[in-house]
Nanobody, 128 residues
């Protein structure tokens, strides 16, 4: 069983930045596809970004391309989401997720499928 713990959420003004972290345990971290999802108030949870176990490949939701960067440190069993130029529309609970299956064929793969393991989420609030 994979345990995931997010940190780094908070309140930031529009145009600001935050870095989220996700610490993983309970599985060989480098074999896991890792990802970030988010759920805004009154909306369904949506895919944000994913990164392959080796860190060599990534996928992003179109709305965050160029502003968000997903990365991982396999030595520290930790994944990150660097968020720049935040917008009020980025306000959501951000969930760390992990998948022990093969690397998907594109962002729509994880949009449709989700992932197998989930953290409890961290709230990001962007004020205008």
């Amino acid at each position: 069983q994979v345990q995931l713990v997010e940190s780094g959420g908070g309140l930031v003004q529009a145009g600001g930045s935050l870095r989220l972290s996700c610490a993983a345990s309970g599985h060989t971290f480098s074999s896991l596809v890792m990802g970030w999802f988010r759920q805004a108030p009154g909306k369904e949870r949506e895919f944000v970004a994913a990164i392959r176990g080796s860190g060599s490949n990534t996928y992003y939701k179109d709305a965050v391309k160029g502003r968000f960067t997903i990365s991982r440190d396999n030595d520290k069993n930790t994944m990150y989401l660097q968020m720049l130029n935040l917008e009020p529309e980025d306000t959501a609970v951000y969930y760390c997720a992990a998948d022990d299956g093969p690397w998907g064929s594109g962002p729509y793969y994880y949009t449709a499928k989700g992932m197998n393991f989930w953290g409890k989420g961290t709230l990001v609030t962007v004020s205008s």
